[in-house]
């Protein structure tokens, strides 16, 4: 016995991907042996503890075949099993689950369907409470839903049934190891160059801002390459859901927003967070994500001298992004009036970013005013054509004035 299984994968297209029609898993009894010893090394075995138990689980191995054998049991116990080679993989960004053998991934911006299989619906379920778990999380019955960081800091998503209708579903983004500088966006033609002295006027001048885009575009890591470049004589504070911020930083400290516990205690929200961050002397409070309630908090700590702040904002363009203050604002009880009053003092500029297929990039940067009829503004101040030139627009002179420029 190799401890490894082959599992055959079954008969369809999947395109884009190299003829690979098996995959190894680990021996079930195995994985069971090695687990058991792993109790004894608490919590967190480190990656030479389960190798050390897949060692003395007590079958008698080749050396290959033992390193083959640790490293699918590594990916069983401490990673995300059999989609651990997925999120291995430099060119994927996410790796989505739908049923067993519906494993897709997006590779260098495409999605495409990879040959692995996970089973049955029962062993996706059970990935599913495993990685929650691993993120420190809980995923059952009476809490079906979860977003969490796994320990190699990759975000999960998860969903049981029935509220996933069908088999449980999983989304998984990588994590870049290195966050992406300015000029590597710039070299990945995400960032038009001309723009590049406009964006460190904007970090430089402390102007508050934020990024805005649809899903995926690239907003959390513009925002980190945006961060690296602030002074390294301020602190930032970074307030999140799952941690995925990593700007280049040497002053950077984190807060996470906790979910509640199997008592229902215990939830610490973002709201919270911002509240807690304005206590620890911050030059820069920064919101990972804004999407719900704590973005009063967020506009009422920009309005009370915590200039500099930033944050991302989901809008499909940066036209959207009043309407969608608002309707967030309108969680936190605020009316029309007051967001576009919070909004247009504490806001200076809004950097929007597009994607079309595989590319991502700074389609406009707009600063934020009030219209003369009251109502939040967005007006463009740099807009880039497709063929990545910057042209200046109606709004560009009040964000050379807030640049002092
Ligand atoms: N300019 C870029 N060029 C290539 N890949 C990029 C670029 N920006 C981001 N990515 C990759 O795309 C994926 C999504 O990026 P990111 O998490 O920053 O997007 P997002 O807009 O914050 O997503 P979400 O809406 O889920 O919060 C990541 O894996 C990231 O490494
Ligand atoms: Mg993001």
Known sequence: MSGLERVAQPDGPHPGRPPDRTVRRADPVLLDAVRARLARHGPQPTAEDVTEAVRSAGTVLGSQALAELGAA????VLGAGPLQRLLDDPEVTDVLVNA??????????????SAIDLGTPTQVRDLAVRLAAAGGQRLDDASPTV?????????LHAVLPPVAGGCALISLRTLRRQAFTLDELVRAGSVAPGLVP?????VAARASFLVSGATGTGKTTLLSALLSLVAPTERIVCIEESGELAPDHPHVVRLLARAANVDGAGAIGLSDLVRQALRMRPDRIVLGECRGAEVRDVLTALNTGHEGGCATLHANTAADVPARLEALAALAGMSRESVAAQAASALDAVVHLRRDGPRRYIAAVAVVRRAPTGELAVETAVDVTPGGLPVRGPGWEALARRMGA
């Open 73 to 76: 049991v590594r990916a069983e």
């Open 100 to 113: 067993p053998d519906q494993v897709w991934v997006e590779r260098a911006g495409r999605l495409e369907r």
């Open 147 to 155: 977003d969490a960081r796994l320990p190699d800091g990759s975000r």
């Open 198 to 202: 406009v964006l460190r006027a904007l």
